[in-house]
């Protein structure tokens, strides 16, 4: 883990908690403020690995193989092997999302039990909102979000073709992009632009992510009909 970024999101993080109003109105001091920060972070990165964890078990309950877990201040990943055209795919994909609204629930219900103390109660209020966030945007229809590997899922099941449902799942996440990016300009147009420019900025970022996923997995499909191709010689 790079210590650079991980200063960058902590610094994001207090600066988020002086201007949300929900906490700014605490009136919290800068030391508590800090600590805050710190326990918040620390707990996000938690929740980034029990996301990947709940993968790694619904992988295994299915009997499909990973490849373990990879957590940054980037975010994590969980590489799942195969190609397999079935619904266990999309349950594991599923269990990602369920995790981080559990995790939501149980840090709500810290924030209600610690609510008179400052720290506790704000870090615990501030992870049960992200971890809501969290849950919702990876259940997008985007890939490589959990939403993308869901309809791909769903339409490889239903074709029995792993590569075309890829490349549909991939065509249906642009588009769903796409749309967010238009209302993104026309919210700006019309002066709504704390909505728009998130919109547009989210949509514009997962977009180039996508096609970054997309490449790579078409860059996989390539070497392995030329490995294939290699061994039938």
Not at 34 to 54: C, D, P, T
Not at 119 to 128: D, N, Q, R, S
Not at 156 to 177: E, K, P, Q, V
Request: proline content about 3%; aromatic content about 12%; glycine content about 10%.
């Amino acid at each position: 883990m790079n210590p650079l970024f991980a200063a960058i999101e902590l610094i994001i993080i207090f600066c988020l908690l002086q201007v949300l109003p929900s906490v700014a109105d605490r009136g919290l001091h800068v030391v508590d403020s800090l600590i805050i920060s710190f326990l918040v972070f620390a707990g996000f990165l938690g929740s980034l690995f029990m996301h990947e964890y709940a993968h790694v078990l619904a992988a295994r309950m299915m009997r499909l193989p990973t490849n373990g877990i990879t957590v940054s201040v980037f975010g994590a990943y969980t590489s799942v092997d195969g190609k397999a055209c079935t619904p266990k795919v999309a349950l594991v994909a599923l269990a990602g999302p369920f995790m981080n609204i559990f995790l939501g629930a149980v840090f709500y219900a810290g924030h209600i039990a610690f609510r008179q103390l400052d720290i506790a109660g704000t870090a615990c209020f501030c992870l049960a909102v992200l971890n809501g966030i969290f849950s919702v945007y990876n259940l997008l229809p985007v890939m490589p979000l959990d939403g993308g590997f869901v309809v791909r899922a769903a339409c490889c099941t239903a074709s029995r073709d792993w590569w075309w449902s890829t490349r549909l799942s991939f065509n249906i996440g642009t588009g769903f992009l796409l749309i967010g990016i238009v209302a993104g300009i026309i919210n700006i147009l019309f002066n709504n632009i704390v909505t728009g420019g998130f919109f547009l900025i989210l949509g514009i970022s997962l977009l180039k992510h996508e096609r970054l996923a997309y490449q790579q997995m078409s860059a996989e499909r390539f070497l392995s009909v030329l490995d294939l191709k290699g061994h039938e010689k």
